[in-house]
T-cell receptor
Framework: DAKTTQPTSMDCAEGRAANLPCNHS???????VYWYRQIHSQGPQYIIH???NNETNEMASLIITEDRKSSTLILPHATLRDTAVYYC????????????FGAGTILRVKS | DTGVSQDPRHKITKRGQNVTFRCDPI?????LYWYRQTLGQGPEFLTY????????KSRLLSDRFSAERPKGSFSTLEIQRTEQGDSAMYLC??????????????????FGPGTRLTVL
């Protein structure tokens, strides 16, 4: 699986959009971009995934650049409950479906 | 609650003792995973099962570790002769993979709350 690079931490004001970047410059054509988050003392939680098109669900939007070398997770209206570690993961779906986590980005939403 | 459950939530043991953790996945899920997470790091994959078959084991899973999923439902993770370096959060996840082709949201992994192991 391709490696990802994320900022160590970010701050965001409550009610504002949180934009979390991820670099995956070595991504292969058959690899998907996944985002999970982990709130303190809980297991990770799936947020969204995509291949090359932008995706949106009730939690977030995922913007993938045309060359697929980077992506941005957008939480449109961050709340205090969105404070968590956000993990960007790149993986080939057929390889046993395991997740390879990096250190992630600590997002602190402040009032 | 129909989510993934793990038992116990916390375990304190002395070095050299054996410990066993249990994971109950979401009932219809055919895949079950074990991960380990140390402080400040993301979870690390240990092993996974499809039904009762253990299909992949990480190099992190030393000979002291053994995992089973005897009837394709719950799973146990046993650590023999625990060492202080085994202190970590042990996470279980489950998913349902019913078809080949592009992944969809239904393939996502659902994680349990974890078992925190402290080896003194």
């Amino acid at each position: 699986d391709a490696k990802t690079t994320q900022p160590t931490s970010m701050d965001c004001a409550e009610g504002r959009a949180a934009n979390l970047p991820c670099n995956h410059s070595t991504i292969s054509g058959n690899e998907y971009v996944y985002w999970y988050r982990q709130i303190h003392s809980q297991g990770p939680q799936y947020i969204i995934h995509g291949l090359k098109n932008n995706e949106t669900n009730e939690m977030a939007s995922l913007i993938i650049t045309e060359d697929r070398k980077s992506s941005t997770l957008i939480l449109p209206h961050a709340t205090l409950r969105d404070t968590a570690v956000y993990y960007c993961i790149v993986r080939v779906m057929e390889y046993g479906n395991k997740l390879v986590f990096g250190a992630g980005t600590i997002l602190r939403v402040k009032s | 609650d129909t989510g993934v459950s793990q038992d116990p939530r916390h375990k304190i043991t002395k070095r050299g003792q054996n410990v066993t953790f249990r994971c109950d996945p979401i009932s219809e899920h055919n895949r079950l995973y074990w991960y380990r997470q140390t402080l400040g790091q993301g979870p690390e994959f240990l092993t996974y099962f499809q039904n009762e078959a253990q299909l992949e084991k990480s190099r992190l899973l030393s000979d002291r570790f053994s995992a089973e999923r005897p009837k394709g439902s719950f799973s146990t993770l046993e650590i023999q002769r625990t060492e202080q370096g085994d202190s970590a959060m042990y996470l279980c996840a489950s998913s349902l993979r019913t078809q080949t082709g592009p992944p969809h949201r239904g393939d996502e992994q659902f994680f349990g709350p974890g078992t925190r192991l402290t080896v003194l």
